[in-house]
T-cell receptor, first 117, second 108 residues
Framework: GAVVSQHPSRVICKSGTSVKIECRSL??????MFWYRQFPKQSLMLMATSNEGSKATYEQGVEKDKFLINHASLTLSTLTVTSAHPEDSSFYICSARGLGGSSYEQYFGPGTRLTVT | QKEVEQDPGPLSVPEGAIVSLNCTYS??????FMWYRQYSRKGPELLMYTYSSGNKEDGRFTAQVDKSSKYISLFIRDSQPSDSATYLCAKGDYKLSFGAGTTVTVRA
């Protein structure tokens, strides 16, 4: 149980275009979803937290107009990277937690590798 | 200062050896401590969690927390080549803070 999927797994886009990444909880209702960014050989950096039906809460230094997060249902959250630039190239990982779940009950997706050319 | 400090390694050990991984943390608020395993280009997978000082065992894995010194450790006994991965320590109550991850290679 507790499976989280991400789509696409890899995406290459041109500079200036927008890219949407989907995160789905397949077998549980995810009241909270988290979006992380990971650079090579570095740790996961939390970008934002989203609760179903609410606006996302962004971490300090993360541009909310650039990284649009939507959590419209209990099984789906999307991250849209708008007007992508090469410096946005990274590994994006989502995680999901159900209602009342403890901090360790956060299940991670397989990640999406974004390359902006 | 980062909330969680972890030596990125890399660490290379022969098969069968004990792997010892360590992290230090700041902020002593009540929280859980976790260890995740991450294979290349994959998402993290929870290995173990604990919230109290002391040891917790699960098969070949032992997680250790020393709250007085703000130190968390993971030991892997009888290491196997399949244990080769990046190991991330993390702590948190609602949001998680991660260490940089230690890349471990177990040589056959």
């Amino acid at each position: 149980g507790a499976v989280v999927s991400q789509h696409p797994s890899r995406v290459i886009c041109k500079s200036g275009t927008s890219v949407k990444i989907e995160c789905r909880s397949l077998d549980f209702q995810a009241t909270t979803m988290f979006w992380y960014r990971q650079f090579p050989k570095q740790s996961l950096m939390l970008m934002a937290t989203s609760n179903e039906g609410s606006k996302a809460t962004y971490e300090q230094g993360v541009e909310k107009d650039k990284f649009l997060i939507n959590h419209a249902s209990l099984t789906l959250s999307t991250l849209t990277v708008t007007s992508a630039h090469p410096e946005d190239s990274s590994f994006y990982i989502c995680s999901a937690r159900g209602l009342g779940g403890s901090s360790y009950e956060q299940y991670f997706g397989p990640g999406t590798r974004l390359t902006v050319t | 200062q980062k909330e969680v400090e972890q030596d990125p390694g890399p660490l290379s050990v022969p098969e069968g050896a004990i792997v010892s991984l360590n992290c230090t943390y700041s902020n002593s608020a009540f929280q859980y401590f976790m260890w995740y395993r991450q294979y290349s280009r994959k998402g993290p997978e929870l290995l173990m969690y604990t919230y109290s000082s002391g040891n917790k065992e699960d098969g070949r894995f032992t997680a250790q927390v020393d709250k007085s010194s703000k130190y968390i450790s993971l030991f892997i006994r009888d290491s196997q080549p399949s244990d080769s991965a990046t190991y991330l320590c993390a702590k948190g109550d609602y949001k998680l803070s991660f260490g940089a991850g230690t890349t471990v290679t177990v040589r056959a």
